[in-house]
């Protein structure tokens, strides 16, 4: 059963510190999405990856934060430094995406729960 | 910006007909409508999509109006595990690779 996996499910830091999420997408797919999730913003899109390369940061905190897929089985998220108002569920997900008329399907992780103190 | 309205909760006995309603007047002809759910402390799943006819999988159904402006998700036999938040999104051609989840339907499935 594929499915995409997240590590660490959970991390404790102090402000300051450096946080790294990792993804590893469902094998064969070409999308990666980065969602950050908050009682007060709901679910919220931070970036995606296409063939490893970003299409779009927009919904990136552009001076702490930063995406790469190093490879097609790895993608990281960094927080650099980390702020308490940084403390929500990171979700990666993952598709199948042609660019054409296909809209794929997101398959999501179990997510990383982050707490900034 | 969601571009759904869903209620914000509903409760349904086990066993029953969930039948979760989602408008989206503002729809255009080359969207999608998808339905995800989240169970508490999971990450979203997927359940459904449809672009105007009606389907259905192993999970649920899903019924579009003829105009399109609104949908319903259908849950035959509800069970507790079915407990989640729905969310109901529209997705267009060319922001295939977005989806904007709004505050969803936060279903109780009661004993």
């Known amino acids: 059963d594929a499915r995409v996996t997240q590590t660490p499910r959970h991390k404790v830091t102090e402000m300051g510190q450096e946080v790294t999420m990792r993804c590893q997408p469902i094998l064969g797919h070409n999308t990666v999405f980065w969602y950050r999730q908050t009682m007060m913003q709901g679910l919220e899109l931070l970036a995606y990856f296409r063939n490893r390369a970003p299409l779009d940061d927009s919904g990136m905190p552009k001076d702490r934060f930063s995406a790469e897929m190093p490879d097609a089985t790895l993608a990281t998220l960094k927080i650099q430094p980390s702020e308490p108002r940084d403390s929500a569920v990171y979700f990666c997900?993952?598709?199948?995406?042609?660019?054409?008329?296909?809209?794929?399907?997101?398959?999501f992780g179990p997510g990383t729960r982050l707490l900034v103190l | 910006d969601a571009k759904t309205t869903q209620p914000t909760s509903m409760d349904c006995a086990e066993g029953r007909a969930a039948n979760l309603p989602c408008n989206h007047s503002?729809?255009?002809?080359?969207?999608?409508v998808y339905w995800y759910r989240q169970i508490h402390s999971q990450g979203p799943q997927y359940i459904i999509h449809?672009?105007?006819n009606n389907e259905t999988n192993e999970m649920a159904s899903l019924i579009i109006t003829e105009d399109r402006k609104s949908s319903t998700l259908i849950l035959p036999h509800a069970t507790l595990r079915d407990t989640a938040v729905y969310y109901c999104?529209?997705?267009?051609?060319?922001?295939?690779?977005?989806?904007?989840f709004g505050a969803g339907t936060r279903l109780t499935v009661k004993p």
């Open positions: 449809g672009l105007k």
């Open positions: 999104i529209v997705r267009g051609l060319y922001n295939n690779n977005d989806m904007r």
């Open positions: 997900a993952s598709g199948l995406g042609s660019g054409g008329a296909r809209r794929e399907t997101q398959y």
């Open positions: 503002t729809i255009s002809g080359n969207e999608y």
